[in-house]
Antibody, heavy 117, light 107 residues
Framework: QVQLQESGPGLVKPSGTLSLTCIVSGDSINSKNWWVWVRQPPEKGLEWIGEIYQSGTTNYNPSLKTRVNISVDTSRNQFSLKVTSVTAADTAVYYC???????????WGPGTLVTVS | DIQMTQSPSSRSASVGDRVTLTCQAS??????LNWYQHKPGKAPKLLIY???NLETGVPSRFSGSGSGTDFTFTISSLQPEDVATYYCQQYDSLPPTFGPGTQVEIK
């Protein structure tokens, strides 16, 4: 059974850097899947942040591209998210997700709330 | 970015009712459309991929159809456990975008 689990600080100061890690079990980061970050601000909808492949190839949402970095650690079977220069608008529940094939987000972590304050 | 719209924004129905939700894309996305169920405090769950394919393990009362710009999601017989917000998501072009969601409740 594939499982993903986010970890990281739940509180970040404005202008600081948000850092989260997603530990993957039940699948290899080196499999033919992409690994994705999605977030949901309070009372709002879902927003795709970006994705990474095992090779390190990334795609980012243009709205966040200048502030976001996604990396992969194949030795630890995990991938990470960094968002710099955070503001209150970055307060959200952050999900790490597996993308099966080209399109389907099939396994999600439980999500972690990050508050910028 | 491709804009996704969903209607209605909320839907109240009785147990056993047929519930139909719609999703519209701002441009042709072929069949590259997924549907997710999101319950409060839980992770979203993939129900339908590529517009009409039922994800493994998902009850057959859920179905999807459509292509191009107009898509439909149907619950054939609403159950109490189906109370949730349902999101459509396009994956035709980057960045993938989600609709604003439809909240489904029991009357």
């Amino acid at each position: 059974q594939v499982q993903l689990q986010e970890s990281g600080p739940g509180l970040v100061k404005p202008s600081g850097t948000l850092s989260l890690t997603c530990i993957v079990s039940g699948d290899s980061i080196n499999s033919k899947n992409w690994w994705v970050w999605v977030r949901q601000p309070p009372e709002k909808g879902l927003e795709w942040i970006g994705e990474i492949y095992q090779s390190g190839t990334t795609n980012y949402n243009p709205s966040l591209k200048t502030r976001v970095n996604i990396s992969v650690d194949t030795s630890r079977n995990q991938f990470s998210l960094k968002v710099t220069s955070v503001t209150a608008a970055d307060t959200a529940v952050y999900y790490c997700v597996r993308k099966r094939g080209p399109r389907a987000l099939d396994y999600w972590g439980p999500g972690t709330l990050v508050t910028v304050s | 970015d491709i804009q996704m719209t969903q209607s209605p924004s909320s839907r109240s129905a009785s147990v056993g009712d047929r519930v139909t939700l719609t999703c519209q894309a701002s441009q042709d996305i072929s069949y590259y459309l997924n549907w997710y169920q999101h319950k409060p405090g839980k992770a979203p769950k993939l129900l339908i991929y590529d517009a009409s394919n039922l994800e493994t393990g998902v009850p057959s009362r859920f179905s999807g159809s459509g292509s191009g710009t107009d898509f439909t999601f149907t619950i054939s017989s609403l159950q109490p456990e189906d109370v949730a917000t349902y999101y459509c998501q396009q994956y035709d072009s980057l960045p993938p975008t989600f609709g604003p969601g439809t909240q489904v409740e029991i009357k």
